[in-house]
């Protein structure tokens, strides 16, 4: 809490030198948090607001960089998913969750987290709202919701526009303009484009990789807007945005690289190829050592057996019709629809080391219909009201290649393929630990209930195969329908209550299949479990796959009510306090190794979903109450909150057996504040502040996954069956328990979190300066900005070696601007700041770890013209 203290002093020993200067008034803030404009100092929600004309300033390309300056907000990035946190609060990557914070563009709800990476650009205003959102902006929204408005063509004005060019370290390139017009007294169009170019900030040293620097990125943004207003009470709104990015390469990189004593055989046969292949490997915050390849990848499209380099070719098309018409009554008529579709393609390095072992390719589309109508009361009444209906509907499909090598990439292991028994592996030159014990082939005998002595030893070794793989298909149907009512009564002219309720029924269809497939019949070609049964013997009893096809259907509902009561003591200031309900709907996992059903008799039922396939919805409430307050003839704004949250239901990811499925295993209790203050000390200096704070426990999260060293030494024990149905270890004052079903097997490791701290970051923030001294006819400006964050963990088993260290960065803009252009040099990161967004353990590598890196230190400089 020191730097918290030193931090806030600073600001305050800034704002104290120009105390003595007149102050000038700052602009008024409009906002659309209650589905109707209105200042943001009359809205009773914690919101931060920041315009486009800042976010163009400040360089922010993205949500990730917007994070940095909305208190308990961020955004990061893994390798198959982007996860918005609000409050602590935030998904995992599993690509079937909902976020638990909703996304709005030109009032259209972005259902899924891949539309989250679209690039930020020729905007009006970008609104953060923190809390449950529920009544208004409905399912999926019970952490907050993110409101964003693009800039529109002005009706009635002459041609204009703007362009702009920036030039980066890391050969950064950044285009960006529009031209906006009239086309009659009541018809203008504008079009946007943006397009940048990224060379990679780590440096690639391995000589099987593709490229030198990882990610490189790609990204084309284009955006037609349309506004027709037939008269002064009718708008009709069109926008259609189409994106295309392109990222090569990942920004993963393994930090610690030791196994443990009790590793399993994959694990060894990992860590032996990888010392006798790449003897001088040494593990790095800073750069990346891997191939870059996701094995067999452009298998998927129809290129079997091919590779496909790591990174994500994705394409998005964004289309959405404002429509409003104001009566003579002062009621206002409102409806939004949206065509929302996406396919992308990814290519994931799974391994995440030089060998060529485990590659991931997907291919995904997705597409979505919403309508929304709104009916809304003149809002100066005594009694106003905003009542409304909403449908979805959305269709997400995920083919899935996961591929393993079983010879790692090495052409001597090889080998194993012409040695005639187990016991000869050694004069091969392989080790032995790529063969199958005794009692692991009599384990897959068992499995599928062929006699003892039923497969040959000749034929035990995996790389037999060349390439073993899952290949799968995900499709999933979502309807959905919501009802909602909010209405705020005058008691008096200072006092006033808020009330509002949604109701919503929901109902998700699903198909999954996995088959298993192997190199030596073609990738592409699944094998039945009935033509090949040792292969489908060999993928459960090594890396716990079985083939299947499921069907599924869920349906639910939820009522959500919110209210607040607020009060005025004087014009220039709110204070209110508010209850909020929220929920995240459920679903099916998506992860191809979801495992089926198994009887005590060793049956497979491959058309049942075992433990994790189905999940619940998760369920928030939360207690605010706050105010907002303008000081200094309206020179100093200052809004603050405090909320006390539990998140009940929550899903998260848990292992299970050799993978991860999902379940309902978590309730979170969180309590904490947030600042937002803006000052205009003079015509010349403005100070901004966003400071938050978190406090937050699992008040129960029995099924988290256990850590590698708890798991190692599980294994240890050596116990292989039920004769122990649980087992227990205690590493670091926190306990793993092993379990084991009714046939024998094991149902995985787990340890009990509750009252565990929920492992966010204490506190963050960020502080701004902004100078401007005019010269003559133009005007020099000098902005700076200190975002800082407190240590967080960054894996769901809490492992104190996957924990961020906080830091602080400093950004800086400088430079002059006349009345039709600007010339600005400016850096993000100037101290060079390195830290990682997220953390994982390496597959089938256990005691390795690895980290999303964030790029670091960023130069570079802007012109742009308007006109």
Not at 15 to 34: C, F, H, Y
Not at 226 to 238: G, I, N, R
Not at 446 to 459: E, I, K, Q, R, T
Not at 583 to 597: A, E, L, R, T, W
């Amino acid at each position: 809490m020191k730097q918290v203290v030193s931090k806030l002093a600073l600001s305050a020993a800034v704002a104290a030198t120009s105390i003595g200067t007149w102050a000038a008034e700052l602009e008024e803030v409009l906002v659309t948090a209650q589905k109707r404009t209105e200042s943001l100092q009359d809205v009773p929600i914690s919101v931060t607001a920041i315009s486009g004309e800042q976010i163009q300033d400040a360089s922010i390309r993205g949500l990730g960089d917007l994070g940095a300056y909305v208190p308990n907000f961020s955004v990061t990035e893994n390798a198959v998913n982007t996860i918005i946190t609000m409050r602590g609060i935030s998904v995992g990557a599993q690509q079937s969750f909902e976020q638990s914070v909703g996304m709005f563009v030109d009032g259209v709800h972005y259902g899924k987290s891949r539309q989250a990476r679209l690039g930020l650009f020729d905007l009006e205003q970008v609104e953060v709202l923190r809390g449950p959102q529920g009544t208004l902006f409905g399912k999926n929204t019970l952490a907050g919701a993110i409101n964003v408005r693009t800039a529109a063509p002005k009706v009635g004005e002459g041609l204009s526009g703007r362009v702009a060019a920036s030039f980066e370290s890391d050969n950064g390139k950044y285009f960006e303009g529009y031209v906006s017009g009239s086309l009659s007294d009541n018809f203008a169009m504008r079009l946007a484009i943006m397009d940048r170019e990224i060379d990679g900030y780590l440096d690639n040293t391995s000589p099987n990789a593709w490229g030198n620097d990882m990610p490189s990125t790609d990204e084309t943004i284009a955006r037609i807007g349309a506004q027709w207003e037939p008269s002064d009470q009718t708008t009709l709104a069109l926008r259609y945005t189409y994106s295309d990015f392109v990222r090569q390469g990942g920004t993963a990189t393994v930090t610690t690289f030791q196994p443990l004593p009790n590793a399993p055989a994959s694990n060894a046969a990992m860590y032996a190829t990888m010392g006798l292949a790449f003897p001088t490997f040494q593990a790095s915050s800073n750069d990346t050592y891997r191939d870059g390849y996701s094995i067999g990848g452009a298998a998927l499209s129809g290129s079997d057996g091919a590779e496909r380099l790591e990174g994500t070719d994705t394409q998005n098309h964004e289309f959405s019709v404002n429509f409003e018409h104001e009566f003579d009554s002062g009621m206002t008529f409102a409806a939004v629809t949206g065509v929302s579709s996406y396919e992308y393609e990814d290519g994931i390095d799974a391994d995440f080391l030089p060998v060529e072992f485990i590659g991931r390719s997907d291919d995904s589309e997705y597409e979505q219909f919403s309508q929304e109508i709104r009916l809304s009361s003149d809002p100066s009444k005594r009694f106003s009201w905003v009542a409304g209906a909403n449908y979805i509907d959305s269709k997400q499909e995920i083919d899935r290649l996961v591929d393993v090598r079983g010879s790692l990439g090495q052409p001597d292991v090889m080998r194993l393929i012409t040695c005639p028994v187990p016991q000869l592996l050694g004069a091969c030159g392989i080790p032995t630990f790529l063969a199958y014990s005794g009692a692991q082939l009599a384990g897959i005998e068992a499995s599928l209930g062929l006699p003892p002595g039923s497969l040959p030893p000749g034929v035990e070794g995996l790389s037999m195969y060349t390439d073993v793989a899952r290949l799968s298909r995900w499709v999933q149907d979502t309807e959905s329908w919501a009802v909602f009512l909010q209405g705020t009564f005058d008691l008096t002219e200072t006092l006033s209550i808020t009330a509002g309720l949604r109701y919503t029924e929901e109902t998700k269809k699903v198909s999954a299949r996995t088959d298993i497939t192997t190199g030596s019949t073609g990738i592409m070609n699944p094998v039945p479990p009935s033509v090949n049964p040792l292969l489908h013997g060999l993928m459960g009893a090594s890396f716990d796959s079985y083939a299947h096809e499921f069907n599924e259907e869920r349906d639910t509902d939820q009522l959500m009510p919110a209210g607040s009561i607020n009060w005025r003591p004087a014009d220039d200031h709110l204070l209110y306090v508010s209850y909020a309900e929220g929920f995240k709907s459920g679903g099916f996992n998506s992860v191809d190794d979801q495992n089926p059903i198994f009887l005590p008799d060793g049956t497979i039922l491959r058309d049942q979903p075992g433990v994790g396939f189905e999940y619940d919805d998760e369920t928030a409430w939360s207690v605010e109450f706050g105010g907002k307050h303008t000081f200094l003839d309206g020179s100093l704004r200052v809004n603050w909150n405090y909320f006390n949250s539990e998140y009940d239901d929550q899903q998260v990811s848990t292992f299970v057996g050799l993978g991860f499925v999902v379940a309902n295993a978590a309730s979170t209790e969180i309590s904490g504040f947030e600042v937002d203050a803006a000052w205009q000390a003079t015509d010349k200096l403005r100070l901004n502040l966003a400071f938050g704070y978190i406090d937050g426990e699992y008040g129960s999260f029995p099924g988290a996954g256990c850590t590698a060293l708890q798991q190692d030494a599980l294994r240890g024990l050596g116990i292989t069956d039920s004769s122990a149905p649980v087992t227990s270890v205690t590493v670091d004052g926190r306990t793993c328990e092993q379990k084991f079903l009714g046939n024998g097997a094991p149902s995985g490791a787990s340890q009990d979190l509750s009252g565990a701290d929920l492992g966010s970051a204490e506190y963050s923030g960020s502080f701004g300066a902004e100078f401007v001294q005019p010269i003559g006819a133009m005007a020099w400006f000098t902005q700076l900005d200190v975002n800082f964050t407190d240590d967080y963990f960054m894996t769901g088993d809490l492992d104190p070696i996957d924990v961020q260290a906080g830091f602080e960065t400093v950004n800086i803009r400088t430079g002059l601007r006349g009345d039709s252009w600007m010339l600005m040099f400016y850096g993000r990161n100037i101290g060079d700041e390195r830290f990682a967004t997220g953390a994982f353990d390496i597959p089938l590598a256990s005691g390795s770890h690895g980290r999303y890196q964030a790029r670091g230190e960023v130069w570079g400089v802007q012109a742009a013209w308007e006109f």
